[in-house]
């Protein structure tokens, strides 16, 4: 049973309950009876607005705030994150950090790690494995991957040199294991499109495009119910794609980044390197 399926069954089964058809609960909602049809089919998920309206609607006592509530991811990604196990395409644009998706354990904890003075004891650790448990959809043979990655993403180095030369031979691994698309867009190329922010695009056998964008602490999903959007996106994503390295010519950039990293890292002294770690792993 997926992640998706105890919501979208316990929807079902509390409108059919109430007596009221997708496009009657729909109309209660104020929402596209498409939207609810996803919400069942586990396609989407609601928003945590959406979710105390089918409280009130339904009369369940905040059974479905709860399963938010519950969910490991933040909020504004909650959506998108639901999204992407159902898709069988995913192509994502990142201008400045490694994609989750692509994501080592080192790497995650670095980034993560900036924020966790607002978290409760614990929380780091768990957000770093949720973090990772995505990545297990590339194990297999779908969703079809594609990233394009601006250079500044591997040239900021996160953790420090040793977590970067990691991350990126994992990079190197998925694409040679044949399993994601990578394409770097270099500092040469200038601007292009999609370059102000990171952009998500996801393809479902049985449904609408989506795509996804994402800010700090706020998120936007575009699906059916804004599709000129998505589009737009569509042809933003492309702008970066023909600004982009050929996959081959990508590749051997990334190898070269590595081995930068590596060089780097292999004539810091070890009390760099002792310090350089126990500055990651301190509390904040």
Request: with cysteine; glycine share 6%.
């Amino acid at each position: 049973m997926s992640q998706r399926a105890p919501y979208a069954e316990e929807l079902r089964a509390r409108r059919e309950a109430a007596g009221l058809t997708q496009k009657q609960l729909a109309e209660k909602m104020l929402v596209h009876p498409s939207l609810v049809a996803h919400w069942e089919a586990g396609r989407r998920k609601p928003s945590y607005d959406d979710a105390k309206r089918l409280d009130r609607v339904l009369n369940t006592g905040g059974t479905f705030e709860r399963f938010l509530r519950d969910n490991p991811f933040a909020q504004h990604f909650d959506r998108a994150a639901q999204a992407e196990q159902a898709a069988i395409r995913i192509e994502e644009y990142a201008p400045v950090l490694v994609p989750g998706l692509l994501q080592t354990e080192a790497y995650a904890r670095a980034v993560l790690g900036i924020a966790r003075m607002h978290w409760p004891t614990g929380a780091l650790d768990e957000r770093v494995v949720n973090r990772v448990k995505r990545a297990e959809i590339l194990k297999g043979d779908l969703p079809e991957a594609g990233f394009i990655l601006s250079e500044a993403v591997l040239r900021l180095p996160v953790g420090g040199p040793e977590v970067m030369a990691e991350q990126i031979a994992h990079i190197i691994a998925l694409v040679r294991a044949e399993r994601v698309r990578v394409q770097v867009v270099p500092f040469s190329q200038g601007v292009h499109a999609s370059m102000a922010s990171m952009l998500c695009l996801m393809k479902f056998a049985d449904g609408p495009d989506m795509a996804y964008v994402e800010g700090l602490y706020t998120g936007n999903v575009m699906d059916a119910d804004c599709p000129d959007d998505v589009q737009r996106c569509r042809d933003a994503y492309d702008s970066a794609r023909a600004a982009a390295l050929h996959p081959e010519a990508s590749l051997q950039l990334l190898e070269t980044v590595m081995e930068e990293y590596r060089s780097y890292a292999r004539n810091l002294q070890p009390q760099q390197r002792v310090m350089a770690q126990v500055e990651l792993q301190r509390p904040r």
